[in-house]
């Protein structure tokens, strides 16, 4: 005797293309608002979702009665019914408008269909069961909506029969009136009870569908049910993951980044079609990804926008771009990720040999090796401003690299669109300022770039910014794991034959890319696929900040190990030479832990983390290790000084460059020092400690806030009753010290008694 084949129907043959049944709720609520001139109640179509998910609760609860195993759709209405005086026509309207829905938003699981289908080719026998309270017609209809012949198989209704798998009535109802043998029955579905367990005490043979329940960041994204746009963004997911089995690496692409990335690629699209905008640059290396996605949308939608890759970099580009006779070094180091902290570090930012950097420098600190504190960031920098020897060197050390970008630009872009569009994730929106000092020798149109989001905005750029996300987002480097291309910055550039082509570092770590990489990038492509195939039809995809926010709230405060640990493990190169083999948030061990924490650096960063994001490290840690890292960090604490405390603040406020030049001032001339921040501070000690000269007293507008902290500031009218030679303003600012001045003179202070050391002073002398 032949094999007989059952198959349970709802996320086994077929799913929905919401991610849970109660989003069908939420779609017919929505439909529910566009219907005017009837007579349904407005209470009804307010709040129909949570209406119809208590209506069915009610129903299971009282309205199962004469030994019926199941509910049928009627009987639910009559619940709702209970509650809200509906007529028989308001009932149909209702009941219809939900099973249309119903039969729009089916999606066949494509392994479930081709086995049904292999088995009638061999002429099996196939029979459909289900437990559900839909009627037999509208699931024969969504059957039909698969294939037509599929109207002819067998269909054993839970609510038709009044029998249900999950108490085993319905399998032994079906075996009657068929005459099946149990043994010669094999059923295939996703409940493990009613689908397995169940039929497995009949002596049925079974097969278990995996049963596509939602993933943690899903659940998160959908707390809001009753919103269709969430229920069809992560039913997307959900989906992608379900139809096409796809492991935890490529789900992790098919939800956090597909979501994210694709809603980002997707209003990039729209935006860009509004505005006219007919080519899109991706740029290296974070745009790679980003074209990828790009292409898919634009292939299946039809749209008439042209994408192009270019290999840039902030290494290729920002040294090259400069305008060396006006550029602020100041300003260049602060849009640096470089660490800088001694002298070899300023000339690695430059990208010039140290010793060549050390010839712009005076003698007498030339060969210094000394740590710069953040106030000798600012006096350095603020002399190498003055320095045009420093500024001509750099301009001809850069200019064949900049001519290269300038080549390489100009035979990637179309020079002759009005428009100029650049993709990028993540920034402040300096780099493309480099870009456009480059690009206005060769093109005359209007630039703009588009960004995930903006750190925070160059004031000096000219070219337009489109932002996608205008909040901010916690641990903004974040956006970094999730668009990396599996090759090497762009170093620069050379000539290969008359063609302009980058040169790449190396990516380490190919096995990564080759194989973990790989899987991430598939599913980020799934869920584009099944958008195409199964939703844009009747779904725009519009943006959904509600799903930005949640999807970026779970992966940044949420310890999704699956996540964090492909996250955390993406390569990333640290420095140039340092850290070859580092990963962008890595699992810390306790030594590590120990070494980060247990010793606070002040001007280094956490020199002994060798990750790019230790938020996502930390968020790495388990609950003990949280408690370890707390326990350094007490630890420590005291190292940092109190409030009041001089030896503190001498280790806080140590530089190399700031003090009284020897010999400025006779010696023991009266000096009052204005000013109690960092320079203030260092002048009051150098005195002190040196006794050369006297503090006639130590004034600041605020003195009342440095008397709390320890410090032996007065008010300005201390100046009316002391004697003085000299009034010493400790600022570092031009401007600032000209409006001192002018409030000194003000109160009757000698315009010849007032003084003020200049950043070049610092540096000379």
């Known amino acids: ?14 799913t929905r293309r919401t991610a849970t049944p109660h989003g069908i709720f939420a779609l017919v609520q929505d439909k529910l608002q566009y219907f005017s001139n009837d007579d349904i109640p407005a209470e009804i179509k307010k709040n129909y979702f949570e209406l119809r998910i208590q209506g069915e609760h009610f129903a299971r609860c009282f309205l199962c009665s004469d030994g019926k195993e199941e509910i049928t759709l009627s009987q639910i209405y009559q619940a709702i019914n209970t509650t809200y005086l509906l007529n028989q026509n308001m009932i149909e309207k209702l009941m219809k408008l939900e099973c249309e829905t119903e039969l729009e938003n089916i999606i066949p699981n494509g392994v479930i269909v081709q086995e049904v289908q292999e088995h009638l080719k061999n002429r099996d026998e196939v029979i459909f069961i289900s437990d559900m309270y839909l009627d037999k017609e509208t699931i024969a209809n969504m059957l039909e909506h698969i294939d037509s012949r599929w109207k002819e198989i067998p269909l054993y209704i839970s609510s038709d029969i009044g029998k249900t798998k999950s108490s085993g009535n319905l399998f032994r109802f079906i075996h009657n009136e068929r005459q099946i043998p149990y043994d010669k029955w094999i059923h295939t579905g996703d409940n493990v009870i009613s689908d397995i367990s169940v039929p497995n005490q009949l002596g049925i043979k079974t097969v278990l569908v995996q ?54 690629v997707n209003w990039i699209l729209h935006d860009a079609i509004h505005r006219g905008i007919k080519n899109l640059y991706f740029v290296a290396r974070d745009g790679y990804l980003l074209k ?53 570090s300023v000339a690695k930012l430059l990208g010039i040999p140290s010793s060549q950097f050390r010839e712009f420098l005076p003698e007498s600190i030339r060969n210094k090796n000394s740590k710069l504190s953040k106030l000798d960031k600012t006096i350095l920098f603020n002399y190498l401003n003055e320095a045009d020897d420093l500024r001509q060197y750099m301009k001809a050390f850069y200019a064949k690299e900049r001519k290269f970008v300038e080549l390489y630009l100009e035979q990637e872009i179309d020079l002759r669109e009005k428009q100029a569009v650049f993709v990028e994730v993540g920034g402040t929106g300096y780099t493309q300022r480099c870009l456009e000092n480059i690009l206005r020798n060769i093109y005359k149109g209007e630039i703009s770039s588009y960004f995930f989001q903006m750190y925070s905005c160059d004031k000096m750029a000219a070219h337009k910014i489109y932002n996608f996300v205008p909040d901010h987002l916690w641990i903004k480097d974040a956006l970094e794991p999730l668009c990396r291309a599996p090759h090497g910055q762009t170093l620069g550039y050379v000539n290969d034959n008359g063609h302009i082509m980058p040169l790449l570092e190396k990516a380490g770590n190919e096995k990564f890319y080759e194989d973990t990489y790989k899987r991430y990038i598939h599913g980020i492509l799934i869920n584009i696929k099944v958008y195409m195939d199964y939703y844009k039809d009747i779904f725009d995809m519009p943006v959904n900040r509600k799903m930005i926010k949640k999807c970026w709230d779970y992966y940044t405060t949420t310890r999704d190990e699956g996540i964090l640990n492909f996250v955390g493990s993406v390569p990333f190169k640290a420095a140039e030479g340092e850290y070859e083999d580092s990963q962008f948030a890595p699992k810390l061990n306790k030594k590590e832990i120990e070494d980060i924490f247990g010793t606070y650096h002040w001007e280094t960063n956490y020199p002994y983390y060798k990750g790019a994001c230790l938020n996502l490290s930390i968020l790495r840690m388990d609950d003990e290790e949280k408690r370890y890292m707390k326990k350094c960090q007490r630890k420590q604490e005291p190292d940092k000084g109190k409030k009041g405390d001089s030896a503190s603040e001498e280790k806080t406020f140590e530089s190399i460059f700031v003090r009284i030049p020897k010999g400025r001032y006779p010696k023991g001339t009266k000096i009052v020092i204005y000013g109690a921040g960092k320079v203030g501070k260092i002048f009051q000690r150098q005195i002190f400690q040196e006794q050369e000269y006297c503090v006639a007293s130590w004034i600041d507008k605020q003195y009342s806030k440095y008397i709390k902290e320890g410090f032996p500031v007065e008010s300005l009218k201390r100046l009316e009753n002391i004697e003085y030679d000299i009034v010493l303003i400790a600022v570092l600012k031009r401007d600032l010290y000209y409006d001192i001045k002018k409030d000194l003179i003000k109160l009757g202070v000698p315009e010849e008694k007032i003084d003020w050391i200049t950043y070049k002073q610092f540096v000379l002398e």
């Open 292 to 344: 990828m996605i790009a292409d898919e949308y634009i292939q299946s939608m039809g749209y008439s926008i042209s994408t192009k890759y270019l290999f840039g970099s902030r290494k290729a580009w920002r040294m090259p771009s400069q305008e060396w006779e006006t550029v602020d070094f100041l300003e260049l180091s602060e849009n640096s990720s470089e660490i800088i902290n001694d002298f070899d």
């Open 1 to 14: 005797m032949k094999i007989t084949y059952s198959y349970d129907l709802f996320d086994t043959v077929f």
């Open 211 to 264: 049963r596509n329940e939602l993933i943690p960041i899903e659940k998160a994204i959908l707390s809001d049910g009753d919103d269709t746009s969430l229920q069809m963004i992560v039913g997307i997911s959900k989906n992608a993951r379900k139809l096409y089995q796809l492991d935890d690496v490529e789900s992790i692409g098919a939800s956090l980044a597909g979501m994210l990335l694709g809603a980002y």
